[in-house]
C-alpha cells in the first residue's frame, strides 16, 4: 500500500509526495531465502517497509503494519515473516500484532527470532539504529547480519 501525502491549496491539490510504502509477498521462506531448512508451506512475508524522513514520526509505520497484519490473514497462511536490522520494526510488528489479539482477529500468536549471518552483506541504513538493550546488539552490521522474525498465530 502506497500513502500519498498532498496539499490542498486555492489553486488545487499539490500531488504526489509519496510518504510511504510497504510490499508484501506471500512465499514459502525456504524459497524467498534459499535456504532448505527453512519452512517450505507459505507465509506472507513482508518485503519492505520505507517511510520518507519528512513523514516518520506520525503514525504511517503503524498504519503500513496494520495493513500488512490484515492482508496476511486475509491469505491462506499460518504465519506471517520478515528479515530485518531494526528493532523498530520487530517492536512495530510486535505490537501491531499484540493490537489483533486484543481486538479479537487472532486468539494467539508465537514468535520465532532466527539469525541470518550476512543476510544483507552490508548495513540498510545510513545510520546504525539504536540497539541497546536489544538482541539486535547481537548482529555485525558492517557484514549484513539480520534476523528473521516469524510470528505463527491461530485465528
Request: net charge negative; proline share 5%.
Amino acid at each position: 500500500k502506497v500513502i500519498v501525502a498532498h496539499q490542498v491549496t486555492p489553486s488545487g491539490i499539490i500531488l504526489p509526495e509519496v510518504a510511504g510504502f510497504s510490499s508484501t509477498i506471500v512465499s514459502p521462506p525456504s524459497i524467498k531465502f534459499e535456504d532448505s531448512t527453512m519452512l517450505d508451506t507459505p507465509g506472507s512475508y513482508l518485503e519492505g517497509v520505507a517511510i520518507a524522513e519528512s513523514h516518520q514520526g506520525h503514525g504511517l509505520f503503524r498504519q503500513l503494519i496494520d495493513n500488512y497484519l490484515r492482508h496476511s490473514l486475509t491469505t491462506d497462511t499460518d504465519f506471517m515473516y520478515t528479515r530485518t536490522q531494526n528493532p523498530k520494526v520487530m517492536s512495530g510488528l510486535n505490537s501491531g500484532i499484540e493490537r489483533a489479539v486484543e481486538e479479537g482477529v487472532i486468539r494467539k500468536y508465537r514468535l520465532e527470532v532466527m539469525l541470518a549471518r550476512r543476510a544483507y552483506g552490508r548495513m540498510l541504513t545510513a545510520t546504525k539504529p539504536d540497539t541497546a538493550n536489544t538482541i539486535f546488539d547481537e548482529l555485525d552490521y558492517s557484514v549484513g547480519d539480520a534476523y528473521v522474525l516469524t510470528w505463527f498465530y491461530d485465528r
